[in-house]
C-alpha cells in the first residue's frame, strides 16, 4: 500500500494515560459488576413468573411454552411448570 493511504489515520493515539478523558462522572464502571438495567429483577417478578409457568402447565402447555424473557424469569417460569408437574404427578408418568 502507499503510504499516503495511511495519511489520514490518526495511528498511535488509541491509548494514552487520560483514556475516556472528557467523559462525565456518570459512567458506570464495568468491572465493579453492576447489571444492566435490563437484568434487574425484582422478587415480584420472579414470583409471577413462577405462577405463569404453574398456570401454563395446569393449562396444559408443554414446557418449550415459556416465553422470551429475562433468564432469571425464564428459570423461574420453568420451576413454576415443574412444580405443577410435581403436585400433580399420580405416579404413572416416567
Known amino acids: 500500500m502507499n503510504a ?3 495519511r489520514a489515520m490518526d495511528l498511535g493515539h488509541e491509548y494514552h ?3 475516556g478523558g472528557g467523559m462525565d462522572d456518570n459512567v458506570i464502571d464495568a468491572d465493579r ?15 409471577e413468573a413462577f405462577e405463569e409457568g404453574y398456570q401454563a402447565a395446569a393449562d396444559g402447555q408443554p414446557e418449550s411454552a415459556c416465553p422470551v ?11 413454576g411448570w415443574k412444580r405443577y408437574h410435581e ?4 405416579g404413572d408418568e416416567a
Open 17 to 19: 494515560d487520560n483514556d
Open 69 to 79: 424473557m429475562a433468564g432469571k424469569l425464564c428459570i423461574q417460569w420453568v420451576k
Open 33 to 47: 459488576g453492576l447489571p444492566a438495567p435490563e437484568d434487574v429483577v425484582t422478587s415480584q417478578q420472579l414470583e
Open 4 to 6: 499516503p493511504d495511511f
Open 87 to 90: 403436585m400433580n404427578t399420580n
